[in-house]
């Protein structure tokens, strides 16, 4: 499966830049750093078996405060709660707060639209550097570069009609690439999730989803989906279970 992967890597970088020439000329004007966080509905429809579909469920959060940069709140039993789009910088602020609170801290409630790849997997990074559980809450969402960071949990739980999504990655900000610079982007990103999904212990067949779902839909991953791709852990997991 890994040889398979990685051979799509090459691939993936075609097909992206088709997707983006599609969606150039169905908006000349695209914001933003992630099409889950922009004027587009936080939830589009999700591509699953060719046909479009809703998401399982609906997200508790309003689709405005989704779109609102990363915050963080400490919660009762140890819980630090990340909610909001994945800004530039909001790993920075992240690791602000592990930093002032980071002994009190023993899970990271995920509940985001997604955003800067970059910020996510540096959250995820440090999250399995400082040995912390991650989980998406019933009805909190997790989607596009979300994922990446809940991987970074020791133990990982996504509780009853949470809803995890992925797609391919897409940089919708106003510096327009070449078709060229656009391939080449899309592969060194794409090399980059794989290495860290496979650090994290994570089966690549995940990504395989993303790299089959253009970036303005969703992937939503079923239940047995998330335990095939050892997105998710058994919820009492050690780390030496983990590992």
């Not at 997200?59 to 400490?74: D, I, K, N």
């Not at 995820?124 to 969402?141: P, W, Y």
């Not at 690439?177 to 656009?182: L, T």
Request: proline residues 8%; hydrophobic residues 40%.
């Amino acid at each position: 499966m890994r040889s398979a992967f990685f051979a799509l890597l090459a691939a993936a970088g075609a097909f992206l830049v088709v997707d983006i020439r599609e969606m150039r000329e169905a908006n000349a004007t695209l914001p933003g750093h992630d099409p889950m966080t922009t004027d587009a509905p936080v939830l589009p429809p999700a591509l699953t078996e060719g046909v479009p579909q809703a998401p399982p469920v609906e997200p508790e959060t309003p689709r405005e405060t989704l779109r609102q940069p990363m915050r963080f709140e400490l919660l009762p039993g140890g819980v630090l709660k990340a909610e909001g789009s994945i800004d530039p910088g909001a790993a920075t602020r992240f690791a602000d707060e592990i930093a002032a609170r980071g002994e009190y801290v023993k899970t990271v409630s995920l509940n985001s639209p997604g955003g800067s790849v970059d910020d996510a997997l540096a959250m995820s990074t440090l999250i399995r550097e400082t040995g912390l559980d991650t989980k998406v809450a019933t009805r909190a969402l997790c989607a596009s570069s979300c994922p990446l960071i809940f991987a970074g949990g020791v133990a990982r739980e996504a509780e009853e009609d949470a809803i995890l999504g992925v797609h391919q990655v897409f940089n919708a900000g106003q510096d327009r690439p070449s078709p060229e610079q656009a391939m080449s982007s899309a592969q060194n990103t794409t090399a980059r999730i794989a290495r860290h999904l496979d650090d994290m212990g994570i089966e690549s067949g995940l990504w395989l989803n993303a790299l089959e779902t253009p970036p303005h839909r969703l992937y939503y991953l079923t239940r047995q989906e998330m335990t095939d791709f050892r997105l998710t852990t058994e919820p009492l997991a050690t780390a030496e279970q983990v590992e």
